[in-house]
């Protein structure tokens, strides 16, 4: 299927690379116009490039309120509304044990990923509350499901995020508004190649690694997956899908794992401590 975002304006945050670079590519391909926003400028700039006329490029730190305003102004003023809104920018931001956490880390990684979710939601809904049509989407992650997979920090935050997600979903449906946000585990994004190996360039080591690691054999996590359940969620195929956080993970927050599953050897039937057999 394609032309499943034809007519359709979005705007993405933290779009000149990884998973918001895939998805400005998906949804360019899916059909829709585009701004997207970084404070990667050179990397911004050279995507719009490679995108063409449906794209346009704005330098957007989330935590300045008059550049997230001006990001969805802009989508309004070049292409006449704000149909879909992805608060995708991100940091990995404070990690330590949580009895030595620098607290000025703690709170610029709330800033980056909470604050800057909230701008997000705040102006999208100011454009698409008066034509009482659009779809919201953010980005959490299994840490923000599920305790172990990230940095405390982190964790906090993306837990918010699926919180705040819920929240605004259950505000803005009167108006037409869905909510939702999807949840990755990690994927092979320059910012997961610097956390797991120390190098952001490493990719080939982090698609080898994911893929040793994945429940699903042979199947690492890829941004474009991220990007294909954002393109469904902003999509009229999810027109009644709000308040959802879609977990894009291979299955790991639902208990599978790479190797045998617990419990899969079969036994005698169990019954009382001692007894077995019916």
Do not use: W
Request: proline share 5%; aromatic share 4%.
């Amino acid at each position: 299927m394609t032309g499943r975002l034809d007519g359709k304006v979005a705007a993405v945050t933290g779009a000149a690379s990884g998973i918001g670079a895939a998805t400005a590519r998906r949804f360019v391909e899916e059909g829709a116009s585009l701004v997207i926003g970084d404070i990667q400028d050179a990397a911004g700039e050279a995507l719009a490039a490679e995108l063409g006329d449906p794209v346009r490029y704005r330098h957007c730190d989330v935590t300045v309120e008059a550049d997230v305003a001006a990001l969805v102004d802009e989508a309004v003023s070049e292409f006449g509304r704000l149909d879909i809104m992805m608060n995708n920018a991100g940091i990995l931001g404070a990690r330590a044990p949580i009895d030595e956490i620098d607290l000025d880390e703690f709170k610029v990684t709330n800033d980056v990923l909470v604050n800057g979710t909230f701008l997000g939601l705040k102006h999208a809904a100011r454009v698409m509350k008066p034509r009482e049509q659009g779809s919201i989407i953010n980005v959490a992650s299994t840490a923000g499901v599920s305790g172990g997979f990230g940095p405390h920090a982190y964790s906090a935050a993306k837990h918010a995020i699926v919180g705040l997600t819920k929240n605004v979903a259950a505000e803005l449906c009167r108006f037409g508004i869905r909510v939702n946000c999807v949840a990755p585990s990690g994927v092979t994004t320059p910012l997961a190649a610097h956390a797991h190996l120390g190098d952001h360039e490493a990719m080939d080591a982090l698609y080898q690694r994911l893929t040793e690691n994945s429940p699903l054999k042979g199947r690492p996590g890829l941004a474009s997956d991220v990007a294909n359940a954002a393109l469904f969620l902003a999509s009229d195929d999810a027109g009644y899908t709000n308040g959802h956080c879609l977990a894009v993970d291979a299955g790991f927050t639902t208990g599978s794992k790479p190797g045998p599953p617990p419990h899969s050897d079969a036994v005698p039937f169990m019954r009382e401590a001692g007894r077995t057999g019916l």
